[in-house]
């Protein structure tokens, strides 16, 4: 048989994501680190820009996107699934994973690299540039440090937020560990989609010392993180058989929702923005602009969203059109009421966004009644916006990091 050929980067959460997900698969793999050198040589060829991980299947088919990696594994590989058995623990598991690669990865890799700029630029120089001697490694790796502070500024997360974005993943750390200590993993005693996602977002904080510590007592979560990446030990377990969700679960949710949600609904309207003033075209800008609005919902000054949100909240949108048994339905509807989402499972976005190798594209066969649409956003956004600035666009490395 032959094996897979896997692209990964130094302190990329979705590079450590889809390693420890293609070791619990048990596929075979053969992995190389994206120097300079690899990056043009192996990776721009096959998809015309620069994205890390890559995962290269035995047919020669390049996927760039951990998402869709997990989903072609799942398609072609024997195994246990990473999709719960309950309609609405789908959804949670979606949400979860949303959040993570949206919000909480970005989040972790600017304080771990704030933390010690210059070991994280060594390091980096070091994995980029291995054939140039030290001196050169940082220079070269000084500018695309600087870039990546600068992509993620745009995206919300740099100095100004700094205190936030630790706040953030204190509290994440916080109700994981209270989690795991009744909870082998966030959805029973088999890994789903969520728990991948938060581990390549926080096994990045093992890198430096000064983040190590914010996992210090977290005892139950370095377990987890431990066991998330072995590669066989936890493919037998069985996801959670009660239809509730435990108390620290729900908080969780309940944060992913607050931090994720709003900006991926402003997103919607965003798409449909950009397509209407650019009828015909279909390759979307990686950020978009998009109105403020007040609690009262009232547009205000323009920010930023990406595209990508959108597509992110199709897939999780994905788990609420299922026809689900009546238990079921109703414990979906009982989680989104909570979350003050409920408007949620009667959304469809006016535009339809499609991706194909993290480049993202306006689906110009498809426009749907915006009127609805609409109404369940109002209802669902306004208490809970909490929509990030941006401002300009960066250049390729962050996606080395970023994904």
Not at 66 to 84: F, V
Not at 126 to 149: F, I, N, T
Not at 328 to 354: C, S
Request: net charge neutral; charged share 25%; hydrophobic share 40%.
């Amino acid at each position: 048989m032959r094996a897979y050929k896997l692209i990964t980067a130094f302190g990329s959460p979705a590079s450590l994501k889809t390693r420890a997900f293609l070791r619990w698969a048990n596929v075979p793999v053969r992995e190389t680190e994206a120097s300079a050198l690899v990056l043009k040589s192996a990776v721009r060829p096959r998809l015309k820009s620069v994205r890390v991980p890559v995962l290269v299947t035995p047919s020669n088919e390049a996927l760039s996107d951990p998402r869709l990696i997990q989903d072609w594994i799942g398609q072609h590989e024997p195994g246990p699934s990473l999709t719960p058995g309950y309609g609405h623990h789908r959804f949670v598991s979606r949400l979860l994973e949303n959040f993570a690669d949206e919000v909480l990865s970005p989040a972790t890799v600017f304080v771990s690299w704030n933390s010690d700029m210059e070991q994280a630029t060594a390091r980096m120089g070091a994995s980029l540039y291995p054939d140039l001697d030290e001196k050169q490694q940082m220079r070269q790796a000084r500018l695309l440090s600087a870039q990546l502070m600068h992509a993620l500024d745009v995206r919300g997360f740099g100095k100004a937020e700094a205190d936030q974005s630790r706040s953030l993943i204190t509290s994440v750390i916080s109700i994981l560990d209270r989690h795991f200590e009744n909870n082998a993993f966030i959805l029973g005693n088999s890994p789903c989609h969520a728990d991948f996602a938060i581990f390549g977002a926080l096994a990045i904080l093992r890198e430096t010392p000064a983040t190590r510590d914010m996992l210090a007592k977290a005892e139950n979560v370095r377990r987890w993180l431990a066991e998330v990446n072995a590669p066989f030990e936890t493919r037998d377990g069985d996801f959670r058989k009660a239809y509730t969700l435990p108390e620290s679960l729900n908080e969780l949710v309940m944060l992913a929702a607050e931090h994720f949600l709003p900006q991926a609904l402003e997103a919607c309207d965003a798409v449909a923005d950009w397509a209407d003033c650019n009828p015909g075209n279909m390759q979307l800008p990686a950020t978009l602009s998009a109105a403020k609005r007040s609690e009262a919902g009232q547009r205000q000054r323009r920010g930023h969203v990406r595209a990508e949100a959108q597509w992110l909240l199709q897939r999780l949108l994905e788990t609420l059109g299922e026809d689900l048994p009546r238990v079921e339905a109703e414990a979906r509807d009982e989680l989104l009421l909570a979350m003050g989402y409920e408007g949620l499972k009667n959304f469809e976005p006016e535009r339809t966004v499609l991706q194909t190798h993290h480049v993202f594209r306006v689906d110009l066969r498809t426009r749907r009644d915006s009127g609805a649409s609409h109404q369940s956003t109002e209802q669902a956004g306004y208490a809970l916006m909490k929509a990030r600035e941006a401002a300009g666009d960066s250049r390729e490395f962050d996606r080395v990091i970023m994904g």
